[in-house]
Structures are given as structure tokens and as C-alpha cells.
């Protein structure tokens, strides 16, 4: 693109970049309420082109470009670079003998530009963004009504811009506040965890595992809320969350995990009821099985399968996972089901211990 000639750049030019990066508009897709308005401004004027556009640091970008294909041109031909230097609207009736547009391109070459119209977009903290603007290659009169219903009209798409900064601002203080309760939360959970870890000092033997295992449980959910409260994405890797969160239970339950399986992305909905069942079948393992306990997660064959499987004694003749008792079968079978999914429970297929997979579909 051509340079930008000085005589056209406002002097509070690096302000106004910041505001236009501000209102984050820049190269977004087209919008149909913007695109109302520049149709409505193109009847009003019986005139065959209407633009909103955006004046960036070497370009000038069309948000609504009614009447024209082009997206965006450079700024130094660009008659809204001129538009946006007042607060008034620039108006050419007959840009062939107006002596501010005699040398501009779009109205010396082939694009004949005769008429122009364009007021700006001023902001709340006064700030021209850009322009509305009607535009038609043969000359014609404009009288004060119609200006101010170019006026009225950019005010909408100011009211629109603002909206949607508003609602992106709420978005964001939204996002700030949750992640700070989901802080506080798992900060409670460490230390109720702490807590009962504590209270089970002095006790005797039975009463004091019983608390222990309560303890090292809240835990692990405090784990399972702190890593599934990093994920912003739509979609995660799941291996990745698991091993980030086995490396905490790992610690909390002073078990060797270890954890194995196929990359893949799942949703981040499904994140935390596959990590709270992880943390369920892990404790599990490591309450009433032995040695290292190994995690493997599979994708194949339009399902996604979680395996814990421990190198203890294995399941007693009697167990049965669809009506186990324990609290942490029926916390496992209640987010299997959330998932459209079922839990099993079988003996390690590499050796000595047991295995408890839960299957769902992707």
C-alpha cells in the first residue's frame, strides 16, 4: 500500500489505534444488523454504494460495503481517512470540482467517484473510528434532513459497537469472577481435605482410615476442579488432562500411577465427569488393591474407554459393578451415565489384580 501522507493523520492517532483495537471489529464476519443499516442509508439517499468502515493504521476496512464487493483499500486514497479528521460529516456534492478531492484517485480514475457523504464514528471518549458513508458516481445536492438521518443512522452503529463491547466487557468479568470462586472452591476443598487429614491424628485405627480416605477423596476432587478450571477451549486433549491430574493423585494417595492411551480431543463438558470417575476408580485401586496402578485411555471404533487397573488381590466372587454398594461405584456409575456410557469391572488381563473400565460414546 501507498504511504499515508501526514496531512491526513489525526494527532491523537496513536489514542484512536487503541480505540479501534478497543472495539476489537477489525476483519470480523459480516453482520446482518450492520448490513441493514448500510441498505437503509443507500435507499435513503437513492444512491448505489453505503459503507461502514473502519479506518486502521494503512487501510481502511469495510464492516458493511453495500453495492460493492471490495472488502477494504488502502488508506491513502481513502476519503473516509479524510472524514474521520472532524467531528462534522465530509461531504462532496460534486467531488469533480471540489477542490479537496480533485487529486484523489477514486475520483480522477476509473472508479469516478462524484459524490460522498460520510460522517463519523465517533465514540463515547471521542474518538473517530470510521465512517458511514453514501457514496454514487454521478454528482447530487444533500440538504440538512438528510444529513442528520446520516447522522441518526452512524449513531446506530455506534449504539451496536457499544453493545457488543459491553456484552464482550461482561463476558470477560464473568470469566474473571468464575475463575475466582473455582479458586476459592478448590482452596476450601484443600482445606477441608486438611482438615479431616488432621482429625484423623489420635484416633484409633479403623476411625482414623475411614477419615483418611474422606480426607485424601475431597482432595482429589479439589484436583479434579482445579485442573478441569484451566481448560478455556471448547475442546482439550484428554491424555493430557489425565496425566496432569494422575501426577496430583498420585501425591495425594501416595500410589505410583501410571498413565497410558491415544491422543484425542473431547470436549471440555465431558472433562470433569471422566476426571471425577478417574479420581473415584484410582482411589479405589488404591484403597483395596496393590502395587503400581496403571490408567490407559482408548479411542477407537466411535467410543472413548477409561481403564484403572490395579495388582491386588482382584474382585471377590460376589462383586457385582452394576450394584455395588460403595460410594465410589455408585458416583462412577452415575457419571458413566451421564456420559451415555457403562461401567466394568473385570479381572487385569496382565496378571494379578483387577480392572474397571468405563466406555461411552465419543
Known sequence: MNAISRVIIPQDESQRIEAVRRYDILDTPPDGAFDRITAIAARRFDV????????????????????????????????????????????????????????????????GLRFYAGVPLRTHDGFNLGTLCVIDKEPRPLNHGQIDDLRDLASVVMDQMELRLSARQAVAQAQLMAKEIDHRVTNSLQFISGMLSMQSRGLDRNTASHLQMAANRVGAVAQVHRHFYTHEADEVSCITFLRRLCADLSGILGTQIEVEGDEGKVPTTRIQPIGLMLNELVANAAKHGAGNINVEYKIGGGRHELSVCDEGEGLPTDFDSKNGDGLGMKVVRTLAGQLGGRLRANANPRGRGACFKVDYPV
Do not use: M, Y
Not at 87 to 94: C, G
Open 48 to 111: 448505489p454504494i453505503s459503507i461502514i468502515s473502519i479506518v486502521d493504521h494503512d487501510r481502511i476496512w469495510f464492516k458493511s460495503h453495500h453495492g460493492l464487493t471490495v472488502k477494504q483499500i488502502g488508506r491513502d486514497p481513502g476519503l473516509c481517512a479524510s472524514a474521520i479528521l472532524a467531528e462534522i460529516p465530509h461531504v462532496l456534492t460534486d467531488a469533480a470540482i471540489d477542490p479537496r478531492s480533485l487529486a484523489n484517485p477514486l475520483v480522477a480514475g476509473d472508479f
